[in-house]
């Protein structure tokens, strides 16, 4: 797998949006798919990394920090599950490190810079820990 960075342009929606725009759910989902169906696919344990740049209208008074990030990465990883992710065993669990964040931007700058790189992982380690020590030691 290849690192991959890229910016899918839009205005970023949660996946629980129940006022204001509701339309715009599809049309960021599609957004998704149709600027990242392109990409190479996933198929082994990476990181990732995504900056979700927002409008000022994302950020109202009720809302100074603007929408719930693990709202806006639900909605953008299950699209990418349908890119990227495809070929993954788990889809989208092969991302073992995560790092989100959201800022404003002018309107015309909206969307999602992401970045995924690709890491290897040896099978993970059964470990023991024993009680008298709380040591930890492998397991045969």
Not at 48 to 73: E, I, K, M
Not at 107 to 125: M, S
Request: proline share 9%; charged share 15%.
């Amino acid at each position: 797998m290849n690192y991959i960075s890229h910016k899918v342009s839009g205005q970023p929606y949660t996946a629980t949006k129940i006022l204001g725009n509701v339309a715009g759910l599809k049309i960021w989902t599609d957004a998704i798919i149709a600027q990242t169906s392109h990409l190479p696919l996933v198929t082994e344990a990476c990181i990732f990394r995504v900056t979700f740049l927002l409008p000022a209208n994302r950020f109202p008074s009720n809302y100074p920090y603007g929408p719930d990030l693990d709202n806006l990465l639900k909605l953008f990883l299950d699209a990418l599950n349908q890119t990227v992710f495809r070929a993954a065993p788990g889809k989208d669990s092969c991302i073992v490190a995560l790092e989100a964040m959201k800022t404003c931007v002018p309107d015309e700058q909206a969307g999602a810079q992401f970045e995924i790189l690709p890491i290897n992982l040896t099978k993970p380690q059964k470990i023991a820990v024993t009680p008298a020590t709380n040591s930890q030691l492998p397991l045969k």
